[in-house]
């Protein structure tokens, strides 16, 4: 079982900055992907972007030169560094691993960008 557990969220201005983080417990494998999604309100669930335990990436395009994910494999834990944001960058973000077709996810945090 992996227990995933977020933290960073909040409000900022437009043009701001901030971390997200995400701790996981549990037994963490080199095979996990791990990932971040959000869901703005009325919207589906998307990727924002995902990091393999070997350092590969891959964004969404809306948030591509903007945010950064990176991983420390050896405290199990991914980060989001979201820089540039936008009002439509609002919206719940979830950490996500996944194991072959095994997902486990976190609470989320909220992330809101508004003057």
């Known amino acids: 079982q992996v227990q995933l557990v977020e933290s960073g969220g909040g409000l900022v201005q437009p043009g701001g900055s901030l971390r997200l983080s995400c701790a996981a417990s549990?037994?963490?494998?080199?095979?996990?992907?791990m990932a971040w999604y959000r869901q703005a309100p009325g919207k589906e669930r998307e990727l924002v972007a995902a990091?393999?335990?070997?350092?590969?990436?891959n964004y969404a395009d809306s948030v591509k030169g903007r945010f950064t994910i990176s991983r420390d494999n050896a405290k199990n834990t991914v980060y989001l560094q979201m820089n540039s944001l936008k009002p439509e960058d609002t919206a719940v973000y979830y950490c996500?691993?996944?194991?072959?077709?095994?997902?486990?996810w976190g609470q989320g945090t909220q992330v809101t960008v508004s003057s």
């Open positions: 990091i393999t335990s070997g350092g590969s990436t």
């Open positions: 549990g037994s963490i494998f080199s095979i996990d992907v």
């Open positions: 996500n691993l996944k194991r072959g077709a095994l997902r486990y």
